[in-house]
């Protein structure tokens, strides 16, 4: 089952501009994992945010998490067309399950 | 980071036929691994949880007769797919996870029944 929802799912922009992309989500969680994934490979992990952070940094990468709301969003910052891909966000679940469950993903395309 | 490998990389087969697929975790010991399929355009689905030596959790509609998991030493998980079908053909991709529970992803193995 899937417990996420991503928005938009797709996106199309500009190099140079900013993208933001959201995820919401339904259970209590341990951590919001985000991956990107070029069109037929493996995933590469972005960035992790704990339950009880808000925010966090990595590069041209900023997350934010709302545990209230329960909805995360992902901004790249300056985009190169080297970051068009699809982006998806990964719930790991509070009880100790370990499991990662994951949202429907963006599909980012970045324009020269 | 830890690397993890699947073999192979892409395989076609007939329909009716089985289909074995490995993911091993190459400089650590995964105790635990996943098996997830993604169909084109869409996210990933987690199909079962394998734990050393124990049987696997299958997610709630995946046959577990027919998506055979093994996953006998803390290195290697096998995923078997039986009888295969054209609805079978997918993007295969295994994690695993060790001490630190953090997930590491194969690079995917994609599947085509003919």
């Known amino acids: 089952s899937q417990q996420g929802e991503e928005d938009p799912q797709a996106l199309s922009i500009q190099e140079g501009e900013n993208a933001t992309m959201n995820c919401s989500y339904k259970?209590?969680?341990?951590?919001l994992q985000w991956y990107r994934q070029n069109s037929g490979r493996g995933l590469v992990h972005l960035i992790l945010?704990?339950?009880?952070?808000r925010e966090k940094h990595s590069g041209r990468l900023r997350v934010t998490l709302d545990t209230s709301k329960k909805s995360s969003s992902l901004l790249i910052t300056a985009s190169r067309a080297a970051d068009t891909a699809s982006y998806f966000c990964?719930?790991?679940?509070?009880?100790?399950?370990?499991?990662?469950?994951f949202g429907a993903g963006t599909r980012l395309a970045v324009h020269p | 980071g830890a690397v993890v490998s699947q073999h192979p990389s892409w395989v076609i087969c007939k329909s009716g036929t089985s289909v074995k697929i490995e993911c091993r975790s190459l400089?650590?010991?995964?105790?635990?691994m996943f098996w997830y399929r993604q169909f084109p355009k869409q996210s990933l689905m987690l199909m079962a949880t394998?734990?050393?030596?124990?049987?696997?959790?299958?997610e709630q509609g995946v046959e577990k007769d027919k998506f055979l998991i093994n996953h006998a030493s803390l290195t290697l998980s096998t995923l078997t797919v039986t009888s295969a079908h054209p609805e079978d053909s997918s993007f295969y991709i295994c994690?695993?996870?060790?001490?630190?529970?953090?997930?590491?992803f194969g690079p995917g193995t994609r599947l085509t029944v003919t």
């Open positions: 994690s695993a996870s060790g001490q630190s529970y953090e997930q590491y």
């Open positions: 400089d650590f010991q995964a105790t635990t």
């Open positions: 990964a719930t790991d679940l509070s009880g100790g399950y370990n499991k990662l469950i």
């Open positions: 259970t209590s969680i341990n951590n």
């Open positions: 945010i704990r339950s009880n952070e």
């Open positions: 394998s734990n050393e030596g124990s049987k696997a959790t299958y």
